[in-house]
């Protein structure tokens, strides 16, 4: 009797604590992450789903990961960013022959890409999204498909970035910053055993792209007089030694370091 | 008029010295140019064509003759002593054996220039800088067969040396780039003059290898040649950094959650990828990358059968025509299906696994797939 008294008692305490708690736990749930933001898109279906294991053909895939056009009109560049990076066969960029052929194909039968590529602050987007990559975060308890994928992540913004349509829109002053980014990011991915000769390569892609369109005068130069780099730029596959020297000592002038 | 006078001896005299200077050009060229080849480079005192190397009756006199003094051979500068290696009367002995290492190892096991060359630090350099001076695209056609002949095993002589691994390795990681550079140069250059076999120009293949693995860089690749079946050369690229253990088991499980019904027949790997899998090589051991195979479907090696063929057999080629293209095998056809959900085959994805698979089941747009026969 005298609990209950107690607590009928102190209801106002317990009402406060109640709703705190539940304040707090929804204030967790809009927590964003990686993969989930704002607005963006949640594809129907899904690999792995059911719905996904029944398809008998690509264009069955392709069609059911477009995203309505009423939805996409309404969609914030930054939840389009998200849908993008999200879109259930966006790792078919990487079967091609070369990284631009492979982001072409994808470009040309995916809305959700095309409507990004021409949104103005796309490249403002994109970088904010990169800058907030870190590719050491790689959580040692993961299994090797996990941390492969997180670095295919990195692989997929990188050339999204690397598109003349996206660089295009963003200041000197943004491909500084992107300039500066990239080569950190790629020292950092010289630290870690899961990025490989292809993580490095849409790096400099990045790097030497950007530079390119900074219409910095001695790189320009080196790129007139050097086929080789002019063919990385070009398509982003794998540059030999003396492209992956111009690019990095071109970046690290343009800087100042 | 003693002015006149004064610019007559004038100019005389200035014809004179012009005439002096042209008389002796070509003398002065001469010594310039031999200055600049031979410097202090030995001269054998008995060669091949000479009275005394007729009468030698053995092989171990020639070796004999041939040696160069210890005392000269120190005080040699590596310039000279790679004109002289090069000069050396039995530097062709290589050719005599059942592989041209093996005949280089044997003559640089018998001939003391060869051996001293092999010791010195600064050879590398030297062997590059005379290399980058030759071009298979030297020779003309006005030069008869022996004189195209010799040009030819000139370069391959020094591609020997080059090879070597005392050689490559005194190299810097920028002078193998520029070596490598060169030598691809002059593969593409022996392919196209006609001149070179296949035995000079595996020389120069087997060169590029060579410092493909001596250098250090993560990055390194190099390109090769393959043939169609009737000849054309196809570039192909070889050495590409292979995707790490953790990026192989991504893809593994990308294709199997995107792909689930398609196989999976060999894993993911950059060595090879569809177009080389389907049109020069079908082992899972294959290491060559081609980024076209136009070559095969022009030049005759293979007939077109249409995009719908009513003749089919496994093994026939396809190629899907849209979107970066893509080349698969075709391993049969249900005519129960429509379009192209009852035409299986198998192609390699990129750099991802080699999968069996509908020819309509792929990353790739089928709305047109081209199929080839020999």
């Given at each position: 009797?005298?609990?209950?008294?107690?607590?009928?008692?102190?209801?106002?305490?317990?009402?406060?604590?109640?709703?705190?708690?539940?304040?707090?736990?929804?204030?967790?749930?809009?927590?964003?992450?990686?993969?989930?933001?704002?607005?963006?898109?949640?594809?129907?279906?899904?690999?792995?789903?059911?719905?996904?294991?029944?398809?008998?053909?690509?264009?069955?895939?392709?069609?059911?990961?477009?995203?309505?056009?009423?939805?996409?009109?309404?969609?914030?560049?930054?939840?389009?960013?998200?849908?993008?990076?999200?879109?259930?066969?966006?790792?078919?960029?990487?079967?091609?022959?070369?990284?631009?052929?492979?982001?072409?194909?994808?470009?040309?039968?995916?809305?959700?890409?095309?409507?990004?590529?021409?949104?103005?602050?796309?490249?403002?987007?994109?970088?904010?999204?990169?800058?907030?990559?870190?590719?050491?975060?790689?959580?040692?308890?993961?299994?090797?498909?996990?941390?492969?994928?997180?670095?295919?992540?990195?692989?997929?913004?990188?050339?999204?970035?690397?598109?003349?349509?996206?660089?295009?829109?963003?200041?000197?002053?943004?491909?500084?910053?992107?300039?500066?980014?990239?080569?950190?990011?790629?020292?950092?991915?010289?630290?870690?055993?899961?990025?490989?000769?292809?993580?490095?390569?849409?790096?400099?892609?990045?790097?030497?792209?950007?530079?390119?369109?900074?219409?910095?005068?001695?790189?320009?130069?080196?790129?007139?007089?050097?086929?080789?780099?002019?063919?990385?730029?070009?398509?982003?596959?794998?540059?030999?030694?003396?492209?992956?020297?111009?690019?990095?000592?071109?970046?690290?002038?343009?800087?100042?370091? | 008029?003693?002015?006149?006078?004064?610019?007559?001896?004038?100019?005389?005299?200035?014809?004179?010295?012009?005439?002096?200077?042209?008389?002796?050009?070509?003398?002065?060229?001469?010594?310039?140019?031999?200055?600049?080849?031979?410097?202090?480079?030995?001269?054998?005192?008995?060669?091949?064509?000479?009275?005394?190397?007729?009468?030698?009756?053995?092989?171990?006199?020639?070796?004999?003759?041939?040696?160069?003094?210890?005392?000269?051979?120190?005080?040699?500068?590596?310039?000279?002593?790679?004109?002289?290696?090069?000069?050396?009367?039995?530097?062709?002995?290589?050719?005599?054996?059942?592989?041209?290492?093996?005949?280089?190892?044997?003559?640089?096991?018998?001939?003391?220039?060869?051996?001293?060359?092999?010791?010195?630090?600064?050879?590398?350099?030297?062997?590059?800088?005379?290399?980058?001076?030759?071009?298979?695209?030297?020779?003309?056609?006005?030069?008869?067969?022996?004189?195209?002949?010799?040009?030819?095993?000139?370069?391959?002589?020094?591609?020997?040396?080059?090879?070597?691994?005392?050689?490559?390795?005194?190299?810097?990681?920028?002078?193998?780039?520029?070596?490598?550079?060169?030598?691809?140069?002059?593969?593409?250059?022996?392919?196209?003059?006609?001149?070179?076999?296949?035995?000079?120009?595996?020389?120069?293949?087997?060169?590029?290898?060579?410092?493909?693995?001596?250098?250090?860089?993560?990055?390194?690749?190099?390109?090769?040649?393959?043939?169609?079946?009737?000849?054309?050369?196809?570039?192909?690229?070889?050495?590409?950094?292979?995707?790490?253990?953790?990026?192989?088991?991504?893809?593994?499980?990308?294709?199997?959650?995107?792909?689930?019904?398609?196989?999976?027949?060999?894993?993911?790997?950059?060595?090879?990828?569809?177009?080389?899998?389907?049109?020069?090589?079908?082992?899972?051991?294959?290491?060559?990358?081609?980024?076209?195979?136009?070559?095969?479907?022009?030049?005759?090696?293979?007939?077109?059968?249409?995009?719908?063929?009513?003749?089919?057999?496994?093994?026939?080629?396809?190629f899907y025509v849209a979107e970066g293209s893509h080349s698969a095998i075709l391993i049969s056809v249900n005519f129960d299906y429509a379009g192209y959900d009852g035409w299986i085959c198998r192609s390699k994805w990129g750099a991802y696994p080699l999968m069996r698979h509908a020819a309509s089941y792929s990353p790739y747009n089928s709305i047109v797939i081209g199929f080839y026969d020999r």
């Open positions: 009797m005298k609990v209950l008294k107690l607590i009928v008692s102190g209801w106002p305490v317990y009402t406060l604590i109640l709703i705190l708690c539940i304040f707090i736990v929804a204030c967790c749930a809009r927590q964003p992450s990686a993969t989930s933001d704002t607005d963006a898109y949640h594809y129907p279906v899904t690999p792995g789903s059911a719905e996904w294991k029944a398809f008998t053909s690509h264009d069955q895939m392709l069609q059911a990961s477009q995203v309505p056009a009423s939805t996409l009109k309404k969609m914030s560049t930054e939840g389009l960013v998200v849908t993008v990076m999200n879109y259930p066969l966006y790792g078919e960029m990487l079967v091609y022959n070369t990284p631009q052929q492979g982001f072409d194909a994808v470009k040309s039968r995916f809305n959700g890409l095309q409507q990004l590529l021409r949104r103005d602050d796309a490249g403002v987007e994109l970088l904010a999204s990169y800058c907030k990559m870190d590719p050491l975060a790689v959580d040692e308890s993961w299994g090797d498909a996990q941390k492969g994928k997180y670095s295919f992540v990195f692989t997929h913004i990188e050339t999204m970035l690397a598109q003349d349509a996206i660089l295009v829109k963003l200041t000197k002053s943004q491909l500084q910053e992107l300039l500066a980014v990239s080569l950190e990011k790629y020292d950092e991915k010289q630290q870690h055993e899961i990025y490989g000769g292809g993580s490095l390569t849409s790096t400099l892609w990045v790097m030497g792209k950007a530079l390119q369109k900074a219409g910095d005068p001695s790189f320009t130069e080196q790129v007139q007089q050097n086929t080789r780099l002019q063919r990385f730029l070009a398509d982003g596959f794998f540059p030999d030694d003396a492209v992956v020297d111009a690019i990095i000592s071109s970046t690290e002038k343009y800087l100042g370091l | 008029m003693k002015k006149h006078i004064y610019w007559y001896r004038y100019i005389s005299v200035v014809i004179l010295c012009l005439m002096l200077v042209v008389a002796l050009s070509p003398v002065l060229h001469a010594q310039s140019l031999q200055g600049m080849v031979t410097t202090d480079a030995y001269v054998f005192p008995v060669t091949p064509g000479s009275a005394e190397w007729k009468a030698f009756t053995s092989h171990d006199e020639m070796l004999e003759a041939c040696q160069i003094p210890e005392a000269i051979l120190r005080e040699m500068s590596t310039e000279s002593l790679v004109e002289t290696a090069l000069g050396y009367p039995l530097y062709g002995d290589i050719w005599a054996y059942n592989s041209p290492q093996q005949g280089f190892e044997a003559v640089a096991a018998q001939f003391n220039g060869l051996a001293e060359l092999l010791t010195r630090k600064d050879a590398g350099k030297v062997l590059l800088a005379k290399y980058s001076r030759m071009s298979p695209l030297d020779i003309e056609e006005k030069w008869n067969d022996t004189q195209k002949g010799t040009y030819s095993f000139d370069i391959a002589n020094i591609e020997i040396l080059l090879s070597q691994e005392s050689i490559l390795s005194s190299l810097t990681e920028l002078e193998l780039g520029d070596l490598r550079n060169d030598a691809m140069k002059k593969l593409l250059a022996k392919q196209n003059v006609g001149i070179d076999g296949q035995l000079t120009i595996s020389l120069t293949s087997q060169l590029v290898e060579g410092i493909f693995k001596s250098s250090d860089s993560s990055l390194a690749y190099y390109y090769d040649y393959v043939y169609t079946p009737a000849g054309t050369p196809v570039q192909v690229i070889m050495g590409l950094t292979e995707l790490t253990p953790e990026q192989k088991a991504a893809a593994y499980a990308w294709v199997a959650a995107v792909y689930p019904n398609a196989t999976v027949e060999a894993g993911p790997t950059s060595n090879y990828n569809c177009h080389s899998y389907a049109w020069y090589n079908q082992s899972t051991s294959n290491t060559r990358w081609m980024n076209s195979p136009a070559a095969y479907m022009t030049d005759g090696s293979y007939v077109y059968h249409g995009t719908y063929p009513y003749y089919w057999r496994a093994g026939m080629k396809m």
